[in-house]
């Protein structure tokens, strides 16, 4: 089915480890996104991806890094795993046009 | 203050009630989203609006360009109803969302 996809869905990491999370989209969306959903807090822009080649920093960009290697996959890393950076990850891809914003299932992380 | 405001933050009601959470934003937009999260689970899209009154099954969402303020309707409601419904806009020139907190809905049986 199309839409966005994320892997892996849950991780557990111990603090100063590093790790990727994949996202890919097969929708053609030009515009890719990374969120951070923490209890109180609502959704919090990590970094996105206004097309291929470009990425541009959010709210909450410190202790993570981005990569748009191509149209379709947007990876988040983050270099040293926190116990701060504890919390539910979306990634996301949208397009100018009618069908607006797609979700992926999202990457529950723990880091202990 | 939020640049987008949802009320109410919760919401219980009875099966079968008619459901209305509303979204007040104050930035000029080029979209309002209205999203839906099952506890626990992904978020799905369920509208986008840029003008007027859009209906899918028992779920209307209208928008009120001039009065920067959108609703969400529920006729009907179902337990199934039940999850966080996040309003969000989009500003204009921009591709990024503007999030509202979001409103918890629970429907009992």
């Known amino acids: 089915n199309a839409g966005v996809t994320q892997t892996p869905k849950f991780q557990v990491l111990k603090t100063g480890q590093s790790m990727t999370l994949q996202c890919a989209q097969d929708?053609?969306?030009?515009?890719m996104y990374w969120y951070r959903q923490d209890p109180g807090m609502g959704l919090r822009l990590i970094y996105y991806?206004?097309?291929?080649?470009?990425?541009d920093k959010g709210e909450v960009p410190n202790g993570y890094n981005v990569s748009r290697l191509n149209k379709r996959e947007f990876s988040l890393r983050l270099e040293s795993a926190a116990p701060s950076q504890t919390s539910v990850y979306f990634c996301?891809?949208?397009?100018?046009?009618?069908?607006?914003?797609?979700f992926g299932s999202g990457t529950r992380l723990t880091v202990v | 203050k939020n640049e987008v405001e949802q009320s109410p933050q919760n919401l219980t009601a009875q099966e079968g009630e008619f459901i209305t959470i509303n979204c007040s934003y104050s930035?000029?937009?080029?979209?309002l989203h209205w999203l839906q999260q099952h506890p626990g689970g992904g978020i799905v899209s369920l509208f986008m609006?840029?003008?007027g009154k859009k209906k899918h099954g028992r779920l209307i969402a209208t928008i009120n360009i001039q009065e920067k303020h959108s609703s969400l309707h529920i006729t009907a409601s179902h337990p199934r109803d039940s999850a966080v419904y996040i309003c969000?806009?989009?500003?204009?020139?921009?591709?990024?969302?503007?999030f509202g907190q979001g409103t918890r809905l629970t429907i009992n049986p």
């Open positions: 996301a891809s949208s397009s100018q046009g009618a069908h607006g914003y797609t």
């Open positions: 929708m053609n969306h030009n515009s």
């Open positions: 991806s206004a097309s291929e080649g470009t990425t």
């Open positions: 930035v000029g937009i080029s979209a």
């Open positions: 609006l840029s003008s």
């Open positions: 969000a806009a989009r500003p204009q020139g921009a591709q990024k969302l503007v």
